[in-house]
């Protein structure tokens, strides 16, 4: 199957750190990948000629997923901004922002036919580790009817998810038999 609306939240290698006011969080809860694993998932493989990819990134590997979602085969248009309106300072800085890099293939369809898509999304976080703000996938969703969800926290209606927190199994596993599906 080939998919219009491709999300993609990729475990980051990253490290929590240790903190005296949470000193329990030290350890990411899921397994992280290097930039070269994520690169090579066959996410171009699962797109249709005329999608759209939503990839999620933090600020230590924004300027690297620029060339993740080329080496998909996307074309980079406008990077989004998550606010989650907590987080950490370190270093002088309150760091609480996540990032998306949208890249598109072939023809999509364009705004003024549908409502505006924000460039930034300010929706708390407290919620589990990594799970998105809701606001984000209402507008994903206007992209397109057969959608995705890699590396997905939550099942989410009228969406493929797939994640090992939901399957039990391996990305390239779940990724192959997203292309196999006849929805």
């Known amino acids: 199957m080939k998919f219009d609306v491709i999300v993609v939240d990729p475990p980051w290698a990253i490290k929590k750190i240790q903190r005296k006011v949470r000193p329990n969080q030290t350890e990411i809860d899921y397994i992280t990948m290097p930039v070269e694993e994520i690169k090579a998932l066959p996410i171009g493989c699962i797109a ?5 990819c939503f990839l999620w ?5 924004l300027e690297s997923s620029f060339e993740v979602i080329r080496g998909w085969g996307f074309k980079p248009i406008v990077t989004l901004t998550w606010d989650k ?3 950490l300072c370190l270093f002088g800085f309150h760091w609480r922002t996540e990032f998306v890099v949208v890249g598109r293939r072939g023809k999509i369809p364009m705004y003024p036919s549908r409502k505006a898509m924000p460039t930034v ?7 589990r580790h990594s799970v998105k703000p809701s606001t984000f996938y209402q507008y994903a969703e206007q992209f397109g009817n057969d959608r995705i969800d890699i590396f997905a926290r939550e099942f989410r209606e009228d969406w ?3 994640g090992n927190e939901l399957t039990g199994k391996d990305i390239i596993t779940d990724l192959k038999e997203a292309m196999e599906l006849n929805i």
């Open 160 to 162: 493929y998810c797939i």
């Open 57 to 61: 990134t933090i600020q230590k590997y």
């Open 48 to 52: 249709a000629d005329s999608s759209v």
């Open 121 to 127: 999304f300010s929706e708390s976080s407290w919620r």
């Open 85 to 87: 309106q907590n987080g």
